[in-house]
């Protein structure tokens, strides 16, 4: 039998005729499945995320999949994009700060780094009702009379922004107000308009034609981002994006789109308190380290700018297990006030809470207390607090943990002029922190007495006076001391 008359078996024909006309169609569709969680895919569900390692985050979504063969027009299209590309030296590119643009809001500036940046892509996350796009337009607010800014909202009417606008006062001519959820119509208008800056509120409500998917889907999130990005880099426009985070975590997130973006800022707090935090996440233009702290008022947003003073407010007098211990964010030191609640336990297992630091970290000084000071804690139920809301880890709190700890154990009282800090080791040790001159000078400026600090540390902050310098060793040093 020669080659030619072979017969195919009708399953396989079958399948050839199938691959045949998919080649001819060029496009079809398949199901993916994303983990809402980091955006990483699989072709199959899985209980489990292998990236994140998250449980319960995969999603089914149809993406348009197809054979497509290149032309001959767009591979020369590409070999001339090669040819005009052009290659620059890195000491032939001119780069200021001064090219960063102040948003009027002092702390916004600090956590971005100094303002600005002309063409950054910028990701303000957070819960629904925290403050997002209260401080978004309160940017739009402070520029609006210097470049023409565009607020997209896919969430609000023109009517009911210009209602929350009124509350914080008089907006120049300079804003101007789209409420489109269509990409496509969005990437002409910011073509068109050409504006100074572009606020996206939010972008869980973008969505793009192409992408078969319901806005908010993670593939929607990805396209609609990146589009943002383009304009921003092709265009030199600064952009920033709003999202939302929920805890059942059934709307793709910002943290799908943290590699994608230049910096994430995140707002932290209880949204029905009076305090917000922002925090650097992530800033290719700037340090991480820094925070800016607001309070929420009924014209919106107000810059606390003495941290300190505003977390010490309404600090019990002497009252045991409370201590004031000092943490750096950045370059800011931040006075905290740290709470302990040590009581004896009802139940066979002591309950052990941590509130605004590390859980396992309190476990761990508690465990060296009993080791190196012989306090049987055992048996006692023990309650950390940080004042004010606020979250801090930063190891220079451990001898303010500790501190706090002994004296709700023993039921005495520090003497409120009295600031500690220092991190401990396992041995009991206390040892030295970062920057321990901008930590007593605050404890100076708001007037307290005494500090105690790690020995190896005094003689860096010698030139300080008015207050007193005291160094420990050790954990015992320091009960003894107080």
């Known amino acids: 039998m020669n080659r030619g008359d072979f017969v195919y078996p009708p399953c396989f024909s079958a399948g050839t005729q199938?691959?045949?006309?998919?080649?001819?169609?060029?496009?079809?569709?398949?199901?993916?499945?994303?983990?809402?969680?980091?955006g990483h895919?699989?072709?199959?569900?899985?209980?489990q995320c292998p990236a994140c390692g998250e449980w319960n985050t995969f999603v089914e979504e149809k993406i348009e999949s197809g054979i497509s063969r290149g032309s001959n027009a767009s591979a020369r299209s590409v070999r001339e994009s090669i040819r005009e590309a052009k290659v620059v030296s890195l000491t032939e590119v001119a780069a200021d700060d001064d090219v960063r643009c102040k948003t009027g809001i002092g702390e916004l500036d600090r956590v971005l780094g100094g303002g600005i940046v002309p063409g950054s892509l910028v990701l303000v996350g957070g819960d629904p009702g925290i403050g997002k796009s209260t401080l978004l337009l309160q940017v739009c607010r402070e520029l609006a009379g210097q470049k023409k800014i565009l607020y997209i909202s896919g969430e609000e009417?023109?009517?009911?922004?210009?209602?929350?606008?009124?509350?914080?006062?008089?907006?120049?001519?300079?804003?101007?107000?789209?409420?489109e959820t269509n990409l496509e119509i969005i990437r002409g208008v910011i073509e068109k308009q050409r504006p100074g800056l572009v606020i996206i509120d939010s972008i869980q409500t973008m969505y793009s034609e192409d992408i078969s998917s319901t806005p908010g889907s993670v593939s929607q999130v990805r396209e609609s981002t990146n589009i943002f990005m383009q304009l921003a880099k092709g265009m030199c426009i600064p952009i920033f994006i709003v999202g939302h985070v929920t805890k059942e975590g059934t709307v793709a997130g910002p943290r799908v789109l943290e590699h994608m973006v230049d910096t994430v800022l995140y707002f932290e707090g209880d949204r029905h308190a009076s305090y917000r935090i922002l925090r650097a996440v992530k800033n290719r233009f700037g340090s991480t380290n820094e925070i800016g702290v607001f309070e929420m008022r009924q014209a919106g947003l107000v810059e606390v700018e003495n941290p300190s003073e505003y977390m010490l407010s309404g600090r019990p007098d002497n009252a045991s297990g409370s201590v004031v211990a000092c943490s750096m964010e950045g370059t800011r030191p931040i006075l905290i006030e740290i709470q302990a609640l040590v009581c004896r336990s009802n139940f066979g297992m002591p309950r052990r809470t941590a509130a605004g630091t590390d859980y396992n970290r309190v476990n761990l000084l508690m465990a060296v207390l009993e080791k190196r000071l012989g306090m049987a804690l055992g048996s006692s139920d023990a309650y950390v607090n940080i004042a004010g809301g606020i979250r801090m880890n930063e190891p220079a709190i451990d001898l303010g943990i500790v501190m706090a700890l002994v004296s709700s154990y023993r039921n005495r009282p520090i003497d409120e002029k009295t600031i500690v800090f220092g991190e401990v080791g396992l041995s009991g040790e206390v040892r030295a922190v970062n920057m321990p001159e901008q930590r007593v000078a605050e404890a100076k400026k708001l007037g307290f007495e005494t500090c105690i600090l790690p020995e190896v540390s005094v003689k860096m902050v010698k030139g300080i006076k008015g207050i007193k310098i005291v160094g420990v060793k050790t954990i015992s040093d320091a009960v003894n001391t107080i």
């Open 18 to 38: 199938r691959y045949e006309k998919g080649k001819r169609m060029g496009k079809g569709k398949k199901s993916v499945f994303f983990c809402q969680n980091c």
């Open 157 to 179: 009417s023109q009517t009911q922004i210009k209602l929350r606008a009124n509350r914080m006062g008089d907006f120049a001519s300079g804003l101007l107000l789209l409420c």
């Open 41 to 47: 895919e699989e072709s199959k569900w899985l209980g």
